[in-house]
């Protein structure tokens, strides 16, 4: 997983976090969903959106006639994650506190993020690629739940008024991914 996969990744769990902090209940609330909750189940909805579109991309006999591949084939993974997407969407629709913004997000995001993994697929080696982008999306995930355990600590910090929102969100963030990117450098000898 390359820099700017991990850049789509971590500018969409801020936006989810964005979101979410806008629209969601206080954990306490016994009537509402957490926020922190909420952000686990929009973060791993769009995951397996993204997941299950690349899974059926990836499986699916792609044409080799005289079209244009470079385009053809990102538009129908678009279109396959979108579908995965609204349906997801359509899952979530009966629940209080999922709003507009927050369904847009969640058809958006996952075609984002598989059209940022269109740089790295091997289509000759489908399962090789399939592998590559489970590991990506379980890392979205995976920083996705710490995200939400640290935003509720955030809630009671004493926060300068020049940081609060967004810039402790991207702070946060690139406090993960630096934290994280220590397995990389173990396993594969390379930090970014």
């Known amino acids: 997983m390359n820099l700017a996969i991990r850049m789509v990744m971590f500018l969409g769990l801020a936006v989810i976090v964005l979101l979410v902090e806008k629209t ?27 997941l299950l579109g690349m899974l059926c991309y990836l499986l699916l006999p792609l044409p080799q006639e005289k079209i244009n591949p470079p385009v053809l084939w990102p538009f129908l993974l678009a279109v396959l994650t979108g ?17 507009r913004e927050l369904q847009q997000l969640i058809v958006c995001l996952p075609i984002v993020i598989n059209l940022a993994f269109t740089t790295t697929l091997n289509l000759e080696k489908p399962w090789l690629s399939l592998y590559h982008v489970s590991l990506g999306l379980l890392f979205f995930v995976i920083c996705g739940i710490l995200l939400a355990g640290i935003q509720e600590r955030l809630r009671i910090a004493p926060i300068p008024s ?31």
């Open 24 to 50: 969601g209940g206080k954990l306490t609330d016994n009537r509402r969903t957490s926020r922190m909750l909420q952000l686990i189940l929009v973060t791993i909805l769009v995951a397996g959106a993204a």
């Open 83 to 99: 579908l995965w997407s609204l349906f997801g969407g359509w899952l979530l629709s009966r629940c209080r506190w999922y709003t």
């Open 162 to 192: 020049g940081l609060r929102g967004f810039p402790i969100q991207l702070v946060v963030l690139f406090l993960i991914f630096l934290s994280l990117s220590f397995f990389r450098g173990i396993f594969f000898d390379g930090i970014f």
